[in-house]
């Protein structure tokens, strides 16, 4: 598999699951980009070892950092390092994929578990876009860069889900209530369409990617499809996105979602 990247990459959440595999088949990728920075939480925390390693087994390519999508501090000094180390301070491809789950039936659910849930999945999101946007606006002006829009130009990719699809909601909501994740991420389509037209005329591609059902902590073991061919689409779909996928909303296999 060749996903065609190039440039500079920042993948968030990368500690574990979507995340990590990301890092490592971006690293594997026989075209890889020129930089990967794996952020999460805390990476010199016992839950990012294998991230550590995969770090020091690729040192000129992955530059790990502590950014905390609930914390401003974290998020601004992480954009102030990704700055420092590349050397025309521009990032081609920002992956939002920091997320976390609190299952809940309207029963279980009360403000502090919808605050919690829709603070990492939406306003995390907005908050580090916000924050790498000036790196993103360098590599979309930065002279050669292609006219059309494209994760190799400069694009901002978050990570959804089917359970955000308001119109499909019939089919699943009864074997996944899950009410902080699903409306949490449903919010998360809106503020990709609202930055896909806030930052179309600034040539950075906006869109969200349903990675499936994927055997992590939050799928589960019975999960149908492995982080590995999920991160294998979701990469294929990434590097083939054009003009015509701004504010889109699709599926690792590249399907359309109906918001």
Request: glycine share 8%.
């Given at each position: 598999?060749?996903?065609?990247?190039?440039?500079?990459?920042?993948?968030?959440?990368?500690?574990?699951?979507?995340?990590?595999?990301?890092?490592?088949?971006?690293?594997?990728?026989?075209?890889?980009?020129?930089?990967?920075?794996?952020?999460?939480?805390?990476?010199?925390?016992?839950?990012?070892?294998?991230?550590?390693?995969?770090?020091?087994?690729?040192?000129?390519?992955?530059?790990?950092?502590?950014?905390?999508?609930?914390?401003?501090?974290?998020?601004?000094?992480?954009?102030?390092?990704?700055?420092?180390?590349?050397?025309?301070?521009?990032?081609?491809?920002?992956?939002?994929?920091?997320?976390?789950?609190?299952?809940?039936?309207?029963?279980?659910?009360?403000?502090?578990?919808?605050?919690?849930?829709?603070?990492?999945?939406?306003?995390?999101?907005?908050?580090?876009?916000?924050?790498?946007?000036?790196?993103?606006?360098?590599?979309?002006?930065?002279?050669g860069a292609q006219s059309e829009m494209s994760c190799r130009r400069a694009a901002v990719v978050n990570v959804s889900t089917l359970f955000s699809s308001i119109?499909?909601?019939h089919e699943t909501f009864l074997r996944a209530p899950m009410y902080p994740y699903r409306v949490s991420k449903a919010a998360l389509n809106m503020l990709t369409?609202?930055?896909?037209?806030?930052?179309?005329?600034?040539?950075?591609?906006?869109?969200?990617?349903?990675?499936?059902?994927?055997?992590?902590?939050?799928?589960?073991?019975?999960?149908?499809?492995?982080?590995?061919?999920?991160?294998?689409?979701?990469?294929?779909?990434?590097?083939?996105?054009?003009?015509?996928?701004?504010?889109?909303?699709?599926?690792?296999?590249?399907?359309?979602?109906?918001?």
């Amino acid at each position: 598999m060749c996903a065609r990247l190039s440039g500079s990459v920042l993948v968030t959440g990368s500690n574990r699951g979507i995340g990590l595999e990301l890092v490592r088949q971006l690293c594997e990728s026989p075209c890889p980009p020129t930089h990967i920075f794996a952020a999460c939480r805390d990476p010199d925390g016992p839950n990012a070892k294998v991230l550590r390693d995969l770090a020091l087994k690729h040192p000129q390519l992955v530059t790990t950092l502590c950014l905390d999508t609930t914390n401003q501090g974290t998020i601004a000094e992480a954009a102030r390092l990704v700055g420092d180390q590349l050397k025309d301070g521009s990032l081609n491809l920002l992956i939002n994929n920091a997320a976390i789950n609190i299952p809940g039936s309207l029963a279980d659910t009360g403000e502090k578990e919808m605050m919690e849930v829709f603070l990492t999945n939406t306003v995390g999101p907005m908050l580090v876009t916000k924050e790498f946007l000036p790196h993103l606006r360098t590599a979309a002006s930065r002279p050669g860069a292609q006219s059309e829009m494209s994760c190799r130009r400069a694009a901002v990719v978050n990570v959804s889900t089917l359970f955000s699809s308001i119109q499909r909601c019939h089919e699943t909501f009864l074997r996944a209530p899950m009410y902080p994740y699903r409306v949490s991420k449903a919010a998360l389509n809106m503020l990709t369409r609202c930055l896909s037209e806030d930052l179309r005329a600034d040539g950075i591609l906006v869109m969200a990617l349903h990675p499936g059902w994927v055997q992590t902590d939050m799928g589960g073991p019975q999960a149908p499809l492995s982080t590995e061919d999920s991160v294998k689409g979701m990469l294929n779909v990434i590097s083939s996105l054009s003009d015509q996928h701004v504010g889109a909303l699709l599926d690792w296999e590249g399907k359309s979602i109906p918001w």
